[in-house]
């Protein structure tokens, strides 16, 4: 692994910060200096496209458009506004951490690294980032990004998911860190791995750090980072249920603390070996509700993929002729309209069958 010398560090800081004033992308969030719509931006732009975040976060500020707004809106708002990016647990923490500021710190977002790492759902890399970009706090950022240009620029390869590596990591990252400008440094080393430094086929040729890179030197930048060989993904059958009452459709909302948490669904589960879908259907309203439902009719079925697993969501049109749903596997069932369906923040496979639902007129119902 390439060692960085004091020389090597001021001539890989000024390439990679000339390149970044000539070639910076423009973003709205890099024209604002306001520590909570930088933070929302961060936020964002974990697990989620700049192209997507570049429309939603508009969007987002514009509902909340301060820090106290946020703190105040129910969760069930947020998680609307949410809707469709995923990862929601972000959302929750975001919206925790409001309160939390709000209550805490006066409303204004601490401006050093600790005392924002110590808020709910800052961790290294989130504190990191607003602390520099919003700051100017001299912590560098460790990303994917991040250590895909740094493997390769340093030549490293070892394991990116032992502790050893990542600590090799952390301190060539926090070596390089611009003192002068952190939060342009780290945006910087950010977006040459977005736009350069890509995972297949990087564009050596257009790189700031090429002259310097000794994973390119030794021909094999394309085979770093070194991860270990992942499995086959998981995939699972999901049965759930459009469940009837004249006019209106079951709802349930997920467990606060589970995967989803928060968001409304119909109400379903995995299927069991032996079980046919229709089976399972029926056997997890009732575990969820205690609702008998009848009849259940094929209505959809979609692929969904999460980060660790696949599923392939089956909906059953059934009905439900009396009972009051209860929340034993779920929280506050209740019938609503198809109308009122849209108020709710639902999973993006529960809001591509509900498009499926609304795209089929009648309210979808088979029997209406
Ligand atoms: Fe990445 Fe190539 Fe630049 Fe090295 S020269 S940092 S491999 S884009």
Known sequence: MTALSSALVARLRRNLLRHYDRHQRDLPWRRTSDPYAIWVSEVMLQQTRVETVRERWTQFLERFPDLAVLARAREQSVLKAWEGLGYYRRARSLHKAAKVVLAEHGGRLPDEVDALRALPGF??????????????????????????????????????????????????????????????????????????????????????????????????????????????????D????????????????????????????????????????????VREVREETGLEVTSPEPFLSLDHAYTHFRITLHLFHCVSEHGTPRPLGCEAPRFVSVDELDRYPFPRANRRALDALQTAGAGGHPRA
Not at 157 to 174: M, N, S
Not at 241 to 247: A, I, K, N, T, Y
Not at 249 to 255: D, M, N, Q, S, T
């Open 123 to 236: 961790g290294d890399y989130t504190a990191a980032a607003v602390g520099s970009i919003a700051f100017g706090r001299r912590a560098a950022v460790v990303d994917g990004n991040v250590i895909r240009v740094l493997t390769r620029l340093l030549d490293d390869d070892g394991d990116v998911t032992r502790a050893a590596t990542k600590r090799r990591i952390q301190a060539a990252a926090d070596r390089l860190l611009a003192p002068r400008r952190p939060g342009d440094w780290n945006q910087a080393l950010m977006e040459l791995g977005a736009t350069v430094c890509t995972p297949r086929s990087p564009s050596c040729l257009l790189c700031p750090l090429q002259r310097d890179c000794a994973g390119r030197a030794a021909g094999r930048a394309e085979e770093l980072p070194v991860k270990p060989a992942r499995g086959p993904t998981p995939h699972h």
């Open 238 to 281: 999901i049965a759930a249920g459009l469940v009837w009452r004249g006019d209106r459709l079951l709802i349930a909302r997920r467990p606060a603390d589970g995967l989803l948490g928060g968001l409304w669904e119909f109400p379903g589960g995995k299927r069991r070996d032996g079980e046919s879908l229709a089976e399972a259907c």
